[in-house]
């Protein structure tokens, strides 16, 4: 497909990845971003080898790494401390670590800096407020007042996807799993050298982000889904690790600004049928939102970028092109959105517990194949 101008909605991972890999193959694209100051709250992300191969595949993975800290191990933990597995993590591309951890706000402007290096035209502030898919091409109006006309549309814009909403409004929405994280920067121990886990019903994970920095998270059943203020959150969340291992409560209580704390309700989505209706697709959290704990949720939206490039390229029929993109995504994706939930089912109680250690490597097994 030649001369195909697409227009991205949303300025996150999956579409600042999506605009990389699309010009890439020689797309014309612009993305538009609903946050006028395009920002992202200032803790750390894991990324698996399936991310490390696919920044390798996107040109980008030197300034990647070097914004951040690679490991080549998870470490799990009983709820008291007591480590029972190592589980070593495969190196998908020769010469650079099997993960990283990196901090969000570094991911962001590394993806944003090149997506404009790119070539792509990025809008701040602006919302697609309707369009008109014709069979032929997409118009679209915009929240500044102004209307472009493009060959394809992808809703990039999150769990909460109001191109979803527009494009299936019948479709599954984000639904609460009785669970929560709690995230927060602190220094780095000198030997953490790889993800710690901590299982229990209040799951635990120390994550390097830099040789000075980590961020811990803290899972906790939350009945009710509670919405906290901001004033108190620090204490709300070393209270919510009194039963933790000594390590982690020791670590607890470093947690002292509230401004720091980055609290997030666990939710989760997931979309069987099509992914697309004509000229209108959706990648990431947008079609199948999922809980953190196997921290692939970012790395899901990233392989959707690079393989919806890669059939855009190859057909010469969008329809043929969206279809192809679906059918290679829909079962990994499924795999971990159910393969999270049950964690996340097993720690509140309201599943079978899960064994950490074998879910981690059936994981790291699945994403390690071709995408």
Request: hydrophobic residues 40%; glycine residues 10%.
């Amino acid at each position: 497909m030649q001369a195909c101008n697409i227009l991205v909605i949303g300025g996150g991972i999956g579409g600042l990845t999506a605009a990389i890999a699309l010009r890439a193959r020689g797309f014309a694209v612009t993305v538009i971003e609903r946050d006028p100051d395009w920002s992202v709250y200032g803790v750390g992300i894991i990324q698996q080898s399936n991310v490390i191969r696919a920044m390798s595949q996107l040109g980008l993975i030197d300034e990647y790494v070097s914004a951040g800290v690679g490991f080549d191990a998870v470490e799990i933990y009983t709820p008291t401390g007591v480590r029972v597995a190592r589980v070593p993590t495969p190196r998908l591309v020769d010469g650079y670590p099997a993960n990283m951890g990196i901090g969000r706000p570094a991911l962001h402007k590394m993806l944003g800096d090149r997506t404009i290096a790119s070539g792509a035209h990025v809008l701040l502030g602006v919302t697609a407020t309707e369009w008109n898919d014709d069979g032929e091409g997409v118009d679209v109006r915009f929240s500044n007042g102004s209307s472009e006309r493009y060959d394809l549309v992808i809703g990039a814009d999150g769990v909460y996807s109001q191109t979803r909403a527009m494009l299936f409004p019948d479709a599954p929405r984000p639904e609460f799993t009785g669970q929560a994280v709690w995230r927060y920067n602190l220094p780095r121990p000198a030997d953490l050298d790889a993800l710690h886990v901590y299982n229990g019903p209040t799951g635990v994970g120390l994550v390097p982000i830099s040789n000075d920095l980590m961020y811990i998270y803290v899972t906790t059943p939350e009945p009710g889904n509670p919405r906290y203020p901001r004033e108190g959150q620090a204490a709300l969340m070393r209270s919510k690790m009194t039963g933790c291992a000594p390590f982690i409560q020791q670590l607890a209580e470093q947690i002292v600004d509230d401004a720091g704390v980055v609290y997030r309700p666990l939710e989760a989505m997931m979309i069987d049928g099509p992914w697309h209706k004509g000229r209108i697709a959706l990648l990431g959290d947008a079609v199948h939102a999922t809980t953190p704990h196997l921290g692939q949720g970012a790395g899901m939206a990233i392989e959707d970028s690079l393989v919806l490039a890669e059939e855009l390229a190859t057909h010469d029929d969008i329809e043929a092109a969206l279809s192809a993109y679906h059918d290679r995504r829909l079962e990994r994706c499924a795999y971990i959105v159910r393969s999270s939930i049950a964690i996340c089912m097993g720690q509140i109680g309201k599943g079978p517990p899960v064994d950490n250690a074998k879910a981690t490597q059936e994981m790291f097994d699945v994403v390690a194949q071709p995408i």
